[in-house]
């Protein structure tokens, strides 16, 4: 690590919304370290696209954690008795992941206190988005306040700001922002249910929200379907 850049962790999916998100960090001038995470989820593709999505923008350094989030249950992404919807749904959906951010976030934050990093980057977005509680602004203002009371930089006066680019960005305001920094979508990986190939159902909530929003956008879309 250089003495005196700028450090972010950023948490990377493989997903279209995770990998602009690291694209505006790099933009806003931070060294990025990424991580993602092998969870038990369903489609394991994704964190192959994260790989190819972390080669093509460059980052300081990419780290894999396998946590087994499988062992509980309780989604459609990680118990297999629990089949993907492929209809619009009111209330939370069951690919809601109990506590996955919450997770993700706290593994971060102690990455990013062992880097001395000044922010940690989501890609978490509350307009066009499944309904998951822990991707509201409510929750982020609430795990910040908890990290900077949680950790040395926090008491001390230097606190670790989380940071949500895309919290109230549409799904076309994404990818145009993205398609402008110059990522690869074909790289990425959004859907719930994706082959071993990386080839997107096209039938399930995230894949309808992709959809429409390069429609939205503008731009050709560039998913592999089955």
Not at 161 to 178: C, N, Q, V
Not at 209 to 219: E, I, N
Request: negative net charge; glycine residues 8%.
């Amino acid at each position: 690590m250089k003495q005196g850049e700028k450090r972010a962790v950023v948490l990377l999916s493989g997903g279209l919304d995770s990998a602009t998100a690291l694209a505006m960090a790099k933009e806003q001038g931070y060294a990025c370290y990424v991580l993602s995470f092998d969870y038990g989820q369903r489609s394991l593709t994704e964190l192959n696209a994260a790989r190819a999505i972390t080669a093509q923008l460059g980052v300081a350094e990419h780290r894999v954690l396998r946590l087994s989030l499988e062992d509980f249950g309780g989604s459609a992404l990680t118990d297999n008795s629990i089949d993907v919807p492929e209809d619009e749904c009111e209330g939370v959906p069951v690919t809601y992941v109990p506590a996955r951010n919450t997770v993700f976030l706290s593994l971060a934050l102690g990455w990013a206190e062992v880097l001395d990093a000044d922010a940690i980057f989501i890609g978490v977005n509350a307009v066009d988005y499944s309904g998951y509680p822990d991707c509201r602004p409510e929750f982020i203002q609430a795990f910040e306040t908890m990290a900077n009371l949680a950790t040395r930089r926090g008491v001390e006066g230097d606190p670790i700001s989380i940071e949500t680019p895309l919290m109230h960005l549409t799904k076309a305001d994404i990818i145009e922002k993205g398609t402008a920094l110059g990522i690869d979508y074909a790289l990425t990986v959004s859907c719930y249910q994706a082959d071993d190939e990386g080839r997107a159902c096209g039938r399930c909530d995230s894949c309808r929200l992709r959809a429409k929003g390069f429609a939205d956008a503008g731009v050709a879309d560039p998913t592999r379907y089955m």
